[in-house]
């Protein structure tokens, strides 16, 4: 009888202890959030949510608007998933008596380094038929809504056009015996009496290139102005045969060729934060939808079509996050991503795309761990910084969570190291 008082108490006792680790986990991170000296001065909202158990857990002004930066970047994400299939439409065309017209998709990998495929390159150098470049498609304009405009020259913004070429930028390097190579090497570039650290400005409105008097070993990326009567001379250039330039819209019975898997697209965006793939997707979304190819089209779409059961209505204008008229909330994030995570269906393969805490990408440097436990993705410009992912506790619960912080004026790594304290208590404790 004794022995069964006992066994009942240690069972009251596990129950106990069981439901304040569930309280002390992720409920105790709302009272840390709200008295972190470090983020009692910005704009914080939190929200999180059971992947297991389908069940949100208390946020912290988890319905309130913040910018979200490069987390928009999970929204055209989940975007491709719902539109795309395994692969990325690279051109259309059609061949009419000796010529192949063709036309772009906003395909973002050809002559691009960031990707290694030819197949566009390939077929369009081996075809025996007179080349004509079509354009026409794309009606938006070569930066997002809020841009910031004196950001041209830096390699984070390349202008979005419909056929992209070379990442839409220039390789620059400078040899320490003063040379410098350039990659497309078709652009004027001129030598200034200027001193000081060395960088390359382009002139805001033309393809002119200026370097300062001293030179040495350096690199850098610049975006070049796409006018697609150069993109196809551009195109002319590197495929080394004549490449001809006309106005005509896209008909009816178009073929199509594709370039790499769709998941090559994503993982590089995701992992590195690249805006310029982020703003080509829309494009090459358009495409495939066979509607308007501007991104304002594909994300009212994406919207209606798939984001209808969002907490709150988001205003969504870019497909990186460069523009701060994105506004999203917390509680939006998570639900996208309980999306994302039930689209994917895979887990491995959802984890693998998403930088992984000290492993890859942007998280490599924070998260520190032998088994990553945070795979999620950053969004941060000034006074900025957010995260958005999975994180796995050591229970094995899985949750997705949105931390947001705006308007800080302390160092972006002080935010950084309390968002991870916080989370790792997460971890610890949920």
């Not at 009942?8 to 409920?27: E, K, M, R, S, T």
């Amino acid at each position: 009888m004794k022995l069964r008082r006992i066994y009942f108490y240690i069972l009251i006792l596990c129950a106990f202890f069981n439901q304040y680790n569930a309280v002390a986990g992720p409920g105790k991170l709302r009272r840390m959030i709200r008295k972190s000296s470090i983020l009692k001065s910005q704009h914080t909202g939190f929200a999180l949510y059971n992947i297991g158990d389908k069940k949100w857990l208390k946020g912290y002004q988890d319905d309130k608007y913040f910018q979200p930066a490069s987390n928009t970047k999970l929204y055209t994400f989940y975007g491709g998933l719902c539109i795309l299939k395994d692969s990325v439409p690279a051109l259309k065309y059609i061949i009419r008596n000796d010529s192949l017209i063709f036309w772009g998709t906003g395909d973002p990998s050809l002559l691009n380094r960031a990707y290694k495929t030819e197949e566009v390159f390939n077929f369009l150098k081996s075809t025996k038929q007179k080349l004509f470049f079509a354009d026409g498609q794309y009606t938006g304009k070569k930066f997002g809504p809020g841009w910031a405009w004196d950001d041209y020259n830096d390699d984070y913004q390349s202008e979005i056009n419909e056929f992209p070429l070379y990442g839409n930028g220039v390789w620059f390097n400078a040899g320490t015996d003063g040379r410098i190579s350039m990659v497309p090497d078709m652009f004027s570039l001129i030598k200034t009496n200027k001193k000081g650290p060395f960088e390359i400005r382009r002139d805001v409105d033309q393809n002119v290139f200026f370097y300062p008097r001293d030179t040495t070993g350096y690199k850098q990326f610049v975006p070049f102005e796409t006018d697609e009567a150069e993109i196809a001379c551009l195109l002319q250039d590197t495929l080394k045969r004549a490449v001809g330039f006309l106005h005509e819209p896209i008909p009816q019975n178009v073929k199509a060729i594709n370039s790499l898997p769709a998941d090559s697209l994503y993982k590089y965006m995701l992992h590195v934060s690249d805006n310029f793939t982020a703003e080509q997707l829309h494009l090459v979304y358009a495409a495939r939808l066979g509607i308007e190819m501007n991104t304002a089209q594909t994300i009212a779409y994406i919207i209606k079509n798939y984001l209808p059961d969002l907490p709150d209505k988001p205003s969504w204008v870019d497909g990186s996050g460069l523009s701060r008229y994105n506004l999203f909330t917390p509680r939006d994030n998570v639900k996208l991503l309980e999306k994302i995570y039930e689209k994917v269906n895979d887990q491995s393969r959802l984890f693998a795309l998403l930088p992984n805490g000290g492993k890859s990408g942007t998280l490599k440097n924070y998260f520190k761990s032998e088994i990553p436990y945070v795979f999620a993705k950053t969004g941060s410009f000034s006074n900025n910084y957010n995260l958005a992912g999975y994180l796995v506790s050591k229970r094995g619960k899985i949750y997705a969570f949105s931390f947001m912080n705006n308007n800080f004026t302390l160092p972006s790594n002080q935010i950084r190291q309390e968002v991870e304290r916080i989370l790792s208590y997460l971890h610890t404790h949920g």
